[in-house]
């Protein structure tokens, strides 16, 4: 079947979808070429189709869901891909959908950020059954990213992502919750998180930080707008990227989600939980997105026993080790390390009346926080002394230089 891709109101290109891998065959005219999702390659009057192929996939729910396969069965679904076109790729992080050919749809009358639509998806997500009716499919769950159960929903007009947790702690909607406070406390842009209860099970919930005029462009997509050199680091082309587009801020923005990833021990920060804000219609760079997603940190899937300030736990996206991607910070004189005394009593304080995390694992939680803090203070105070070593020795060097010059 033919379709238009279609940024708002403006008409992209045209395409060919095969409904039933879900899979883009073929691309035909392209109207606006400057309105091609960031890091798809228009070279030589061609898209790379492979690439936009890639895109429109990767908006469908991952294969990796939490229950998934039993709700693609109650929404007689054969995989995740097939739902993309029963909701028109509409979103709610960017303002990108597809209409087919020959119809008269209009942004203004379908877009989700102004118009209600359907809970049936999120509610299946979550597990229940909806028998006594046919089922609606025009959900933004549809595009929803990430492997824990979520769902959108509108609450007094808004828009809120429900997200829950796994394992037997449940752990994740708390971690969010206190990672909200502790970059609360050090001032740091973030999406704040609450902890609600539904059906005596912990969930987060947060609104969106996108509208209709704004849209979300993850990392991975402003890493693929330029060729990564061999001898450049993973972070410095990712750094170099965004440069080149013209995102204002990356550093300071790089420098506080690494410190706050450090300190929550963030053990999932991929290419796909962290990017940019644009305008959707002028395609100007706001800059870099609030902190958010910040749930599977705090040694979450740990016992016990194994939670402790130092434990070997992966580190994603620049290094494998937090100690490591610490060495990418650029500076540390922003922080007000007396915000962060005491921060471990906030974790406290929102796990009390849980269910799932116990005394002890609270309290080996909260000792590890209190080391985190100490031990980031110590690197940062080694750091700024070797800066501050380097700096006296370079402004030497300046003056004999110039001493030198006089001489001669």
Known sequence: MNYRLMHKNVPVLEFSLDEATGAIVSIGEVWHKEHIPVGISYKKGKTDRTALNNWWQRRAIPASRQGIRDALQEMNVYMTQN??????????????????????????????????????????????????????????????????????????????????GSGIARQEPYNEAFASVLMERLKISHIPYKLIMQEGMPYSICENFVDSNTELVSAWYLMQTEKKQNHVSVYQHFINCCEGLGVPGVQDAMDRMLVTDYLIVNEDRHLNNFGAIRNAETLEWTGMAPVYDSGTSLWFDLPEAMIRKDADVICKPFKTSHQ??????????????????????????????SLFVSEKRRDAICNAIKGRVRMLKEYADKKGKVQLA???????????????????
């Open 324 to 353: 490591e991607q610490m060495q990418l910070v650029s500076s540390f004189e922003w922080i007000d390390w007396s915000a962060l005394s005491g921060i471990e009593e906030e974790f406290r304080e929102i796990v009390k009346d």
């Open 83 to 164: 739902l993309l076109d029963k909701c028109m790729g509409l979103s709610l992080s960017d303002q990108y959908w597809v209409c087919p050919e020959n119809s008269l749809f209009a942004w203004k009358e379908i877009n989700f950020f102004e118009n209600v639509f359907s809970e049936d998806v999120g509610n299946i997500l979550f597990g229940k059954k909806i028998s006594d009716r046919k089922i609606s499919l025009f959900s933004p769950d549809n595009t929803s990213d990430g492997w824990l159960k979520k769902k959108w929903s509108i609450i007094d007009g808004k828009r809120y992502l429900i997200k829950g």
């Open 390 to 408: 380097v700096s006296d020795r370079t402004n030497d060097v300046e003056k004999d230089t110039a001493y030198s010059g006089k001489n001669f």
